[in-house]
């Protein structure tokens, strides 16, 4: 039961429509390289600034990119979009530097930067601020300093910038600056402490209030009146304890309004598409909050916000407009009505503030029907007003509910009828557009906004009578200029027949009803262009293969399409009607054969061991198979053995054959030969327009075989099956196929098994079956999703699809929740298809029900492996191990996105590995691009035979961080040293993640490793690597970082190279100076120490026997004390 909110809580809700987590993929900020970290919208933009140094500039007009704007001064912390002129950024970065850009988009010229100031230099500035009315921002900083930057613009005019200062220090206040506000020359700084205003004319300054405050308080003007009447506006700030001051322009706190017990409601839900909203009418406690920013919000609104809640008061009534429960909100930019909330976590979200009745409107226009009437019932009060009738008439709501699923959605329904049946009717005083509408008409308002207006003058069914009459007029004279011939209709009897229903009822399609999805003239496009497009295909076909009748297909006379027939068919001589008679007899004898067959062949299987027995329950299902095939499968009796692979098809008797069945015509070759390569199904039109496939059932062989194989793909029964036939069936062809179609031999037969029997298979045990069995073997794959595809050729989504717009298509997959993993599945294989690897980043939300396996099979692996990172690192840091871990199904994946992750974004062979295959100077020190994931991938727990695969496949790829912590794991530490000296860097035998040696042996082994290598190249190379340094399989190594340390440099020091001096200085400090020495001399090892390193030596003998004195004096202290103890 949905919960009703109260009456006085019905006026306002926030809604959140749109998703931007595919705009953040598309732009790469959804990893954990770069993140976005502030936010600014206007009418025009969507200002997105990075920790990378980068501006985005989002186009809110179809969410594309438009500019990016680059900063080497350090990340960006702050940015803002002039409110009078869109043509003027301002930027401030990390290091204090605020940028205004002018973008030049009316000249289409090159962004510049008009004015830079460096007045807030190692400060990180917290606030920016347009001017209303000049070109000038206002800047403060965690000093306390506030600053003014005006920008220097040819709309100035020339010579301006002489006359003005382009940079001014305005003021510096006590403490960090918190916000800054600005109306009719007036600034408002909000510090740690207290409030400050400064007339920038005048240059006065005034203290709000007398009493301070510690902690971050936001401060903003609050325009008076509605829009183009307003006059002064007022100042409020924050106060602890839920308060907002209301000041002057003086100063002078003119009152203060508590909200403390008003917040004491229940918070109201936020209406979204990610779940549904729920309400709990529990009274909550009073809330005691700091407000730490505060933002006009419309004309007579302030917002605020909190770590866990956004709140919007309305001060001048001093109430609480609504407060609802977002997490972890960061930042929030408005805009008119509709705010942009940025979160701890990179995320992005667009929220929209509007009445219950607009929101129920935008959700059915969404053909959101479940959320949509979930809003309606729990907030009725709004809905049920006479002022809601605008927007929610009461046909509207009729037609939502016959949206809903009676068998799933009962209770929803009851409360919607209830809702219903409260509607007030909509009175003359609703509305003063009504007032020239005379009593005896109506009206109702059409999806446009356009009033239709029904006169009652006379008789209602004339009225009826004649709007349909010229209606059909008009529709049959938009439609003349692809009317059917003689030629043309060459087509079988079933789509002759639908294609003159179609035109008969022509009318009717085109109804002016109050509530339609989609208006008359773009369904009459849709149509038109159907239709024109198969004719023109079906003439050239039939006019270059000369068809015989005998071709024709004969309908399938299912009581579905039985009154299409007789509408407008001739009728039939008593010889067809006995043959039909005939025919009908004989299709029960072969269904009575087949379920005999397949009772047998299921009370054998239930037997443990047939079942268990691969060999007998192979000669169960060879046994069944042939009366499958002769009941349900083509008239010709093909036999599966006898199928070969053969040349291709022609074009011309493929189109034919498609435009001749409902089947599916699908070559073995349809798809690509890469595997790698999504499979997507060539679309045909046909007369059909926008039916669902299952409206007419599929005709049985309805053609001779020809010169070239061509299966079709059945996706319908050819005869009506029983339902528990149907099951039976279901489960011995799904066992037949997992079986490897016993007896026929060769995987071709599998996939043409497939294609005939589709409409038996169970699709998700298919799917599994295709990742599992037949892994190795993509045409199966191929097959599959062949008929998946035109299975949902008749889902709305693919029209969606189909349109290119990328957001509303995963808005709209996402509304299908709960999800069907094949039928989404094809879907998702459109939508690669279309978008390609920016729709695969994308994919990551549709986890756990599409796998990455699935994903794998469809993408190109260099669009794999991004999704593969996002879907990683869309999990906690503590979990991404374990996760990763669980997505190996099978285990034999670790290796294969191994191997894909070594090969892609990766340095070239010959930079990392010598032409004996031995490690090449400083190679380690390049980035991998997905280093993030390789280190997930080397250190996940695996067996040995495993560890070592990957140890071979990290060497031949010259990975060699990967390949030393597998050394390290498999013990094999010899083959890490001489890695070690050969990359020649000492940090790699220290730290956590180093192989330091463990024993004096290992220490010689190392040294004698150095000497050789040292012997064999005298000099070491040039550095080749420009990339950042690869310190660890555990660290992030994607190669984006600008603070890579140039090579040139570290190549020079003398600390980190591996010489056999520098290993004896370390085992020196280890074993101590006598000891390390004496050892060396015992193996023969000759010493030769610079004057440094004796130096060195010296100075350890010196600490050590200090060391040795600082005990003996301890423990002596030591003994005394026990002694004088024990006395």
Known sequence: MIPVVPVESCTHVLAEFDCLDPLLSALRLDSGRIKCTCLSVSRKWLALGTSAGGLHLIQRDGWKQKLILTHKEGSVTQVSCCPHDEDFIAVATSQGLVVVWELHLERRGRPERVSVSWEHRGQTVTSLYWDTAALRVFAGDV???????????????????????????????????????????HLVVSSLSRCYLCDTEREKFWRVGNKERDGEFGACFLSQGPAGQRGQALLYCARPGSRIWEASFSGEVLSTHQFKQLLACPPLPLVSYKNEPLFNSAQTSPQSLAFPRLLQFGDQNLLTWTDSAIYIFTPHSGQVLLWTEVKDVVEISVFRNELFCLHGDGRLSHLSLMSPERCVERLIKRENWTLATTVCCMFQHAIITSKARKSLPVDRLEQLKAQLNSASQQQLIGQLEEVIG???????????????????????????????????????????????????????ERLKEFSFTEEEQVENDSQSVRGEGDRSDLSLQFLPLPFRSKPPRVALQAVRDSVSSFVKKTTEKINTLQMNTDLWPRPDLREGVQGEVTATATPLPEEVEHELNAEQSSSESELQELRTATKKAI??????????????????????????????????????????TQEEKTLEEEELVSSMSCCVVVQPDTYSANLDKPATLTEEDDDCGESSPCSTAPVRAPFPPLANHVELIQLFSPKPLPPDLQADLSQLACL?????????????????????????????????????RYREHREVMKAYIAGMLEFTQASKVVEVIQKGDLLKSLRSLRELQPWNAPLLLSHLYRLYDKHGEVAVRAYPQFYPTILPSDVMVMALPSHFLPYLDNLVQSRAEQQRLSFLGSLFQPETLRQDWLELALSHDAPQKDDTLTADGQPRWHSHFFSWGYGRLLSLLIRLPADLASKQKMLEMCRAYGYWMGYLYLCRELQRRPEAFSAICRLDDMTLLEG??????????????????????????????????????????????????????????????????????????CLVRVFGPDRALAALQERGIQVDLSSRSTLVCDLLRMAEKRQRALLQTMLERCDRFLWSQHA
């Open 422 to 476: 409260k509607l007030e009717p909509l009175d003359s005083a609703c509305s003063s557009r009504r007032s020239s509408i005379s009593s005896h008409e109506s009206f109702n308002v059409l999806d446009c906004g356009i009033y239709r207006v029904i006169s009652r003058r006379g008789s209602q069914s004339d009225d009826d009578a004649s709007s349909l009459a010229n209606q059909s007029m008009l529709e049959e």
């Open 603 to 644: 009370s054998q299987i239930q037997d443990p061991m047939v079942l268990l027995d691969p060999v007998c329950l192979s000669d169960v299902l060879r046994e069944w198979a042939p009366v499958l095939e002769r009941v349900l499968g083509p008239e010709d009796h093909i036999s599966l053995t006898e199928i070969t």
């Open 736 to 772: 037949y196929l997992e079986m490897g179609c016993p007896g026929r031999g060769g995987i071709e037969s599998v996939c043409v098994f497939l294609r005939r029997y589709f409409f038996l298979l169970d699709q998700e045990r298919v799917r599994k079956m295709c990742m599992l």
């Open 992 to 1065: 956590d993640d180093g192989i330091a040696p463990q024993s004096l042996d290992e220490w010689v082994l190392l040294l004698q490793l150095s000497q050789q290598i040292s012997s064999s190249n005298e000099a070491p190379p040039p550095p080749a690597p420009s990339g950042g340094p690869d310190r660890s399989c555990s660290e992030d190594t994607n190669g984006t970082s600008d603070s890579s340390p140039d090579l040139s440099d570290a190549s020079t020091d003398w600390s980190i190279r591996i010489s056999p001096e520098n290993i004896i200085l």
């Open 143 to 185: 000093g306390g300093k506030v600053s003014c930057v005006r920008a220097g613009s040819s709309k100035l005019g020339k010579g301006s910038a002489f006359v003005i200062f382009p940079i001014q220090t305005i003021t510096t206040v006590d403490s960090r600056v918190v916000q800054l506000g600005y109306s009719d020359g």
